[in-house]
């Protein structure tokens, strides 16, 4: 169900982005001489409130004189949200059609008891909110279905689906909770074997050409099967290990080398820069930040691009500007591609996705809890971020690189400061180019600027080797230990900026459903990303976090320029709306319950002719249409 006081989906609230207001003027913000860190006074709380202007988004249009490019990426981004919901399915038809014209394929066997739980959890169905299933799943339809089967079961952790009950002989936390899950969904999933990711890093690095052979493969078996030719049952598999058991897997050499750089760019086509630019030897030195590396998924120095964003094969400095890409905590890497489960990845590491277990679980210490609908206006207009200094192992010679350490500098009033003035050099961060125009950095108060909001820092220093109070011996000079943060108290200021720790960051979905508004920078793919727009739902942020002061800028605004606080209330809100209606726990079961339909046909010895046809043999009319859609 819709939580009460949400507008409809239908609403003039998803339409007005298209349409284009006048400015609104606010009283500009005056700047007095405050400490380096901005006091954090107790803030009232309250129920969140619509934006006030709820029939206007109150930003320029690009064309119109004095635009700023974050007033194009927003209207870009409403344009774009209006379309997605346009192609919303209303029926099990419609439904059934949309995946035909978008797959290529019938829709598995069991989509209409899909499509039956989808609705009766109040679901908004617009098919690509599956997109990553089919790319996830899309390569293992070029290979062969008795190897992808004994893979699965021959995995140590896995969980295994027989006669619509899972079961896992492994008492491992995260498969407690994923198990939790698949038993919420069971008795509509096939039999089969879902083998999971222990780790938070992803493990899966099968090389570009040969995902291009499997994609070409797999591409060749893509039809619509006349209706009466199509098998609608899934095929049954005996006791788990008690199968295929004559066929012969590859053997999977572990790789456990780091930098993790090189097992990552070889999922990168042979011609991308990631895969022709040298390789790093050193790290014991300020990274080399190419913000020109951007512009593929940028306009004007700001994210358009933000699926793009995440890629690192068009990146090639980000070989030195990411904690995992440089020291992961762990690796184990395997060129094998096998059905391997788990909550979240690179864009080039071949896992199937599932929601990670710490959405599912919801535990207040990532969520924030029921307290987080704060009122905008009652919000510190502040920048709060507190967290570990995660992201890989790192050490006296690599630090520098690692993304945390390099966002939490570029927020320190003080380094920022003496970097500005000449005073220092920095050590892991570059001043924004001139592209960005910013106004404090003109005056030469952008590290004063920076102290006026700012209230980021780490809770740990995750030494190496640890010491017992949480610092750093050999980072001491650059960064304070503070103190802890609870989510919950977070939410009590406008601005939350979510990064990536060792994998992606379990905060994000609590950041979505609050009354804050998160900044998003990450290099990981989950399974909700073809569900949220960004600069309608989220702001975007590259991982080179350059454009970090311009997007502060532009919503807070400096001395006599005003600010766009109501854009980034309206963004805060929507979000939060948003996440209520898609990104729910009910949504989760049902984005996991059309991959495992999915999963189950690939597995399947008759995959090629498995389908759901049951609107066509009904109505023998459907099925002349089928030559008419794009495939």
């Not at 630019?277 to 300020?286: V, Y």
Request: glycine share 6%; proline share 7%; hydrophobic share 35%.
């Amino acid at each position: 169900m819709l939580a009460p006081g949400f507008r409809t989906r239908r609403s003039s609230s998803f339409i007005r982005f298209g349409a284009l207001a006048a400015l609104v003027l606010f009283a500009f913000w005056s700047f007095s001489n405050r400490s380096p860190a901005p006091s954090l006074l107790p803030i009232q709380k309250s129920q969140p409130a619509a934006a006030d202007g709820a029939d206007s988004f109150p930003v320029k249009a690009a064309d119109q004189p004095g635009a700023h490019p974050i007033d194009k990426l927003i209207n870009d981004g409403g344009k774009r949200y209006k379309d997605i919901l346009s192609r919303e399915s209303h029926t099990l038809e419609e439904a059934a059609q949309a995946y035909r014209k978008r797959r290529g394929r019938h829709p598995p066997p069991g989509f209409d008891k899909w499509w039956d739980f989808a609705k009766q959890n109040n679901a908004i169905v617009v098919e690509e909110f599956w997109d990553q299933v089919y790319h996830d799943i899309d390569p293992f339809w070029g290979v062969p279905q008795p190897i992808i089967r004994k893979e699965a079961y021959s995995f140590e952790m896995s969980i295994h689906i027989r006669n619509g009950k899972a079961n896992s002989t492994s008492d491992w936390f995260w498969t407690l909770i994923w198990l939790d899950m698949i038993r919420s969904i069971e008795h509509m999933v096939p039999d089969l074997d879902m083998p999971l990711n222990a780790m938070d890093e992803p493990r899966l690095v099968v090389p570009w050409e040969d995902i291009d052979g499997y994609m070409t493969k797999g591409a060749a078996s893509r039809s619509l099967w006349p209706a009466k030719e199509v098998v609608s049952e899934f095929q049954k598999l005996p006791t788990a290990g008690r199968h295929d058991r004559d066929v012969r897997i590859p053997f999977k050499r572990w790789e456990k080398t780091s930098p993790y750089w090189p097992i990552a760019r070889r999922g990168c086509p042979p011609d991308s820069p990631a895969r022709q630019a040298p390789l790093k030897e050193s790290f014991n030195h300020p990274p080399e930040i190419d913000i020109s590396n951007a512009e593929k998924h940028s306009f004007a120095g700001y994210v358009s691009n933000f699926t793009l964003s995440s890629e690192i094969c068009h990146q090639p400095d980000l070989q030195g500007l990411n904690g995992l890409l440089i020291n992961p905590i762990s690796v184990s890497s395997t060129k094998v591609l096998f059905p391997m489960f788990g909550g979240s990845k690179l864009a080039i590491n071949n896992e199937i996705l599932l929601p990670p277990p710490i959405y599912w679980k919801g535990e207040d210490r990532f969520t924030g809890g029921e307290d987080n609908d704060v009122e905008w206006q009652n919000k510190g207009n502040t920048v709060v971020w507190r967290g570990v200094a995660t992201g890989g192992k790192n050490k006296p010679e690599n630090w520098r690189g690692f993304h945390r350490h390099r966002f939490v500098s570029m927020l320190n009033q003080t380094k920022v400061s003496a970097v500005e003035h000449g005073k220092e050099k920095p050590e892991n961060f570059v001043l924004p180019s001139e592209q960005y125009h910013l106004h404090a950095q003109a005056d030469g108060r952008l590290g004063e600027w920076v102290g006026e909001w700012s209230e980021v820092g780490f809770v740990d220093l995750m030494c190496s080797p640890s010491e017992e109070d949480g610092r750093c011996w050999y980072t001491d000079h650059y960064f304070a230990k503070v103190d802890g943060m609870d989510m919950h108290e977070q939410f009590d200021y406008k601005y939350v900026p979510d990064i990536d720790g060792n994998s992606f960051s379990g905060r994000y979905l609590g950041f979505l459903n609050s009354t804050s508004l998160p900044i998003k920078a990450t290099l990981f793919r989950e399974w909700h990303d073809s569900r949220l727009v960004p600069w309608v739902h989220f702001v975007p942020m590259d991982n080179r976090f350059q454009d970090f002061y311009g997007i502060m800028e532009y919503f807070r605004g400096y001395g006599e320029t005003s600010g766009h606080d109501k854009a980034a209330q309206r963004i805060a809100l929507e979000g939060k709306e948003w996440a209520n209606k898609v990104l729910r726990k009910e949504d989760m079961q049902i984005y996991v319950l059309r991959l495992l339909l999915e999963y189950g046909r690939v597995i399947a010895d008759d995959r090629d002719k498995m389908g759901w046809v049951d609107d066509a043999l009904k109505d023998p009319s459907i099925e002349k249409t089928w030559s008419k859609l794009k495939i």
